[in-house]
């Protein structure tokens, strides 16, 4: 079967959300831990896709080694977070989303809202196939074909990247912390896909929260 490959901007975007976090003398360590030196220089800016997603998780796998388990989480959280702002940069994502009358909207609305523009994204540009439902005011977010964990075997959840990046959609959305976001199964543990549970409420003080 053909590897999956996402396009070069999306790898070239969490590339520099990696190198935004823990520096780019870091990053090179990374990079060489996880035999892809040749990454040092960046994809190029375009949306072939010729990114292999396998790339995505040996990132986070090496992040992990490197700064060990619990640390390597917070720092992939973080990239996480950050990459919410370079993509929203770089591809104009969600500007349409900032008109006047979006902030008059409910905070569950907007979080929805924000919820299913990012779900598009990444389905369109990933490949995802990630879905949402919604119970009273919480919400499930699966992806059924994560990249972040793509062939990793794990005892806990360890998609904190997309974690981080499901967080500040919704601060971003909502204009606060007024849900949290936790991975509740996740495809390296065994489980079907992985999946995110998206409360409304602040996020109790967790890893990687600044
Ligand atoms: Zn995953």
Not at 16 to 23: F, K, R
Not at 75 to 91: C, E, K, P
Not at 152 to 162: E, G, I, Q, W
Request: hydrophobic residues 40%; charged residues 20%; neutral net charge.
């Amino acid at each position: 079967m053909e590897e999956a490959r996402i396009p070069n901007k999306i790898g070239r975007i969490l590339l520099m959300a990696v190198e935004g976090t823990i520096g780019s003398d870091n990053l090179q360590t990374i990079l060489a831990r996880a035999g892809l030196r040749h990454l040092a220089t960046y994809p190029p800016d375009n949306i072939e896709r010729e990114f292999p997603t396998g790339y995505v998780s040996r990132l986070m796998t090496a992040l992990e080694e490197i700064y060990g388990v619990g640390k390597g989480r917070e720092l992939a959280f973080r990239s996480g977070r950050r990459s919410f702002h370079l993509g929203a940069q770089d591809l104009g994502l969600f500007l349409d989303l900032a008109g006047l009358t979006f902030p008059l909207l409910p905070a569950q609305v907007r979080a929805k809202i924000g919820l299913e523009t990012l779900a598009e994204i990444l389905n369109r540009f990933g490949n995802q196939g990630v879905h949402i439902t919604q119970e009273n005011a919480s919400f499930t977010w699966v992806v059924e074909r994560c990249g972040i964990c793509q062939g990793r075997t794990t005892t806990a959840p360890c998609c904190h990247f997309l974690t981080g990046l499901l967080q500040e959609t919704l601060r971003w959305s909502t204009g606060g912390d007024s849900f949290s976001v936790a991975e509740v199964s996740c495809t390296a543990t065994g489980a079907p896909h992985c999946a995110f549970q998206v409360h409304s409420g602040p996020s109790a003080r967790r890893a990687g929260d600044e």
